[in-house]
């Protein structure tokens, strides 16, 4: 059986039975599922906003239109931002007509304080921080940072579902988090996110954005308003269909159930990594941050040969991942390129071994023998 970077795995049973309650009720929309999942995020977090979202791309979204609206921001204004991460990050932030301006990261592969203050100008309105598989890095210097010199920090929170920075779920540590629930992700549905503001009154904005900019949505109309113009709404606003629903609502509520216990065992298995592997000397395996209980998304080293180590494992019937190219290769972001060195090298390196709870201690025993197996500076 070949071993695999990413393998999602569901409790179908119990998911089927939600997923039921949806198709008997003829109710697979906004409402009802979506709103029970996001009151028991909020259990789980100890957030005080969720808003259900169809992903965590349009939840950066949504999180920046609102917050360009509420600080006044102006196209060409800009957001630091990670080289080093998917980029749907950044393309958020170009949505908005937004400039991304590159900061380099630290040795947990999320972004340095230091050089964030030497990449503020004038023009810098807020910092978007990657925690990267999950690794909180320095979010609390970047936060207290952000305090100090008026900026918005926006936490791009997709791998983090159950983090816990000094025994508290992230997300309160700037104006808005946003979560992934994407089909591959530690609490895995078909696509969807969920953003969670600060402040409840932009909670309430991205609500009425989130579904076309529409005064109320169809199950408020249907299920809190009463009289004869149930079917009455106004537009006040341009807004976007980025509202989750209940199907994928279904599956979320499920697997949040068993998060806690799927990432313990995520980080049992990245134990076992780091014991076989600081034996093996070519291997540089990145760090999890002081105080943080990583949900381990991702299990990363860094080796010389990159390319040369994949396919050895493509051989051998294993397929690691790469996590991710450095955003400056791409044209829309080349402007950047050779402004963040450590952020290059690093992206030169870099394997996400297989981590997933499909992942037996044999499989990664395999893994490793085979990585041992490679003749390195051959």
């Known amino acids: 059986m070949p071993i695999n970077v990413f393998v999602p795995k569901f409790h179908t049973d119990e998911i089927l039975e939600h997923m039921r309650e949806c198709l008997d009720r003829g109710w697979t929309g906004l409402g009802f599922k979506t709103i029970d999942f996001e009151n028991a995020w909020k259990d789980y977090t100890g957030l005080p906003n969720a808003h259900y979202m169809c992903s965590n791309t ?69 910092v978007m921080f990657v925690g990267m598989g999950g690794n909180s890095g320095r979010l609390t210097e970047v936060a207290e940072l952000c305090s100090q010199k008026g900026l918005v920090l926006v936490l791009d929170a997709a791998h983090m579902a159950g983090t816990r920075l000094n025994g508290k779920h992230v997300g309160s540590e700037g104006e808005v988090a946003i979560f992934s629930f994407q089909a591959v992700k530690n609490l895995p549905t078909g696509d969807s996110g969920m953003v969670c503001f600060m402040d409840e009154e932009l909670d309430k904005q991205a609500r009425k954005l989130s579904w076309m900019g529409i005064s109320k949505d169809t199950y408020q109309r249907f299920n809190t308003q009463k009289g004869s113009y149930r079917w009455r709404y106004d537009v006040p606003e341009l807004g976007f269909k980025y509202h989750g629903n209940s199907i994928m609502a279904s599956i979320g509520i499920v697997q949040l159930k068993y998060v806690d216990e799927d990432n313990a065992y995520r980080r049992k298995l990245a134990a076992q990594y780091d014991d076989l592997l600081a034996e093996v000397p070519q291997v540089e395996i990145v760090p999890t941050a002081p105080n943080c209980e990583t949900s381990r998304h991702l299990y990363q080293i860094c080796v010389p040969q990159r390319d040369e180590v994949m396919q050895h494992f493509y051989e051998n019937d294993i397929y690691p991942g790469v996590h991710y190219v450095e955003n400056t290769e791409y044209p829309m972001y080349a402007y950047g390129a050779g402004t963040c060195a450590r952020a290059a090298e690093y992206a030169s390196r870099l394997i996400s071994l297989p981590l997933h709870l499909r992942v037996t201690t044999e499989d990664v025993e395999k893994v490793v023998s085979v990585l041992r197996s490679f003749s390195f500076y051959r």
Do not use: M, Q
């Open 58 to 126: 349009v939840g950066l979204h949504l999180a920046l239109n609102v917050l360009k609206k509420k600080h006044g921001w102006k196209d060409g204004d800009e957001v630091i931002s990670t080289p080093l991460t998917f980029v749907s990050t950044n393309h958020a932030i170009l949505y908005e007509h937004l400039k991304p301006v590159f900061a380099d990261v630290d040795e947990y592969l999320c972004l340095d304080p230091v050089d964030i203050e030497e990449k503020i100008t004038e023009r810098t309105r807020a």
